[in-house]
C-alpha cells in the first residue's frame, strides 16, 4: 500500500504537553490516529516560554511517547501557541483587480491578501500569525464573500489579524529546535480549539469557543463563517487550584487532588453536611472540609473567568448575542457544574466542546482537553504541508529522497539522547 501522509499536532499547554500523530492513507483519505503522548509541561508560564529546556523536554517526552506508539518520526508538526500576548486588529488591503475584462480570479484575492500584510504597520517586537480573511468589497459593492468571478476594478479586503510576540514565537522554536522537530504551523491556540471543536454550522451563527487551559483562558469568536474576535486571558482552571490551596490551607497537590475528585461548580447543588477526608490524600493532613465550602471556592473563580469572557464579548458587542452560544473545551471544561456556570454568566446555550471524531485506535483524544491538538491536525490538513514565513526545514529535508529514511531513523534515535 502506498505511503500515506502523516499529520504531527504538537499542543504546549501550560499544564501538559500532548502530541498526536495521524495518518491519511487510502482511497477515503481518512485520517487515523495512530499515537499520541502526554506529559506535565514545564517551563511555560501563561502560555509563555520562560525556561526553553525545560519544554524542549517536556515536548520531547510527549513526541517520543506518540512516535514509538505511530512507528514514525515526528519530525515536524503543527504547534500551539497561546499566551496573553496574542492580538486581534482588523486591517485592510487593496489591489486593482490584475485582468483587462476586469474578472477577480485567485490572483487576486492572493494579492490583496499580500497586501494587507504589507500594509499593517507592525511594531518590530510583534510578528503576524494569521490573516483571516473576512470580506471583500469590489468598487462599491461590499460584504461580498467570494469576489472570484466578479467584475470589477478596485479589489479591497477586510481582514483579520492574529500577531503575536516575536521573542516568544521565538522562544517555541528554539525550543521545538532543541526538541529535535520543526514547526510547519504556528497556530493560536483558539484557532487550533475551534478547528476541531465547532462545526461549520456554528461559526455561520455566531459562536464562541473558550478554551479553559491551565494558566490561561482562551478565546475565539465567529460569526458568517469567520473569525470575529479572538484573545488570551491570564487566567485558567489552575487558579481554581490555587484558591482552593489558599481556602483550605494545604498543598497545591492536594488541592488539585481535592477539586479532580470533589469538585463541582455548582455549590447549591452539594449538600452543607457533606464532609471530605483530607487524610486520604496525604496522610500528615488531618482537616476534614466542607464539600460545600470546596465548591463555592470554585464557582467564584469560575464565574471571574467567565466574566472576563463576557468584557471580551462585549468588546464586539456580542455580549448574550450569540446565536450559536458558547463550547467549551480544555481541561477546565470536564469540570463538573462548568456547563450550568457558563449558561449562567454567560446568558448563551453551552455545550462541551468535543473534537471531530477521527478514526484509529484511540479514545483517549475523545476529550475536550484534546480539542487543541487534534485541530491542529485537521489545521494542518487543511492548509497544506508547510506554510510560509517558517524556516524551510533544516538539513534533514535538504537531503535526496533515498536518503530521507535513513535521516528520520537518526532523528528519531537523536530525541533519545537528549539530556
Ligand atoms: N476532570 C477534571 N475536572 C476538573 N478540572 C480538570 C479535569 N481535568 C483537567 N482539569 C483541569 O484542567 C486544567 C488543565 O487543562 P488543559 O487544557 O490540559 O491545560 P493546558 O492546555 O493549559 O495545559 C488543570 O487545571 C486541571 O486541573
Ligand atoms: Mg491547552
Redesign the pocket.
Known sequence: MAKGNYYVGL?I????VRAVIAESRGEDEVLRVIGVGKTP?FGMRRGSVVDIEAVAKAVNVALEQAERMAGHAAERAAVSVSGADLLCQEALGVVAVGRADGEVTEDDTTRVLGEVEARLTMPLNREIMHVEPRDYRLDDIKNIKDPIGMRGVRLEMNALVVSGSASHLKNIERSLDHAGTTPTHLVAEPIASAEAALTLKQKELGTVLVNL????TSIAVYEDGDLLHLAVLPV???HI?NDIAIGLRTSIEIA?AV??QY?TAVAKEVSKKEEIDLSLFDSQEEDMVSRHHVAEIIEARLEEILDFVNEELRKIGREGLLPGGAILT???A??PGAVEVAKHILRLPVHVGYPKSLGGILDEVDNP?FA?VIGLILYAEKSGPGSSGFPAGRVWDKLPDGMQGVAEKIKFLSRKFLP
Do not use: H, I, R, V
Open positions: 499542543d499547554g501550560s499544564s501538559t509541561s487551559g491551565g494558566s490561561t485558567g482552571a489552575s487550584t488539585e477539586k479532580l469538585g480544555g481541561g477546565g470536564m469540570l482537553e487543541t
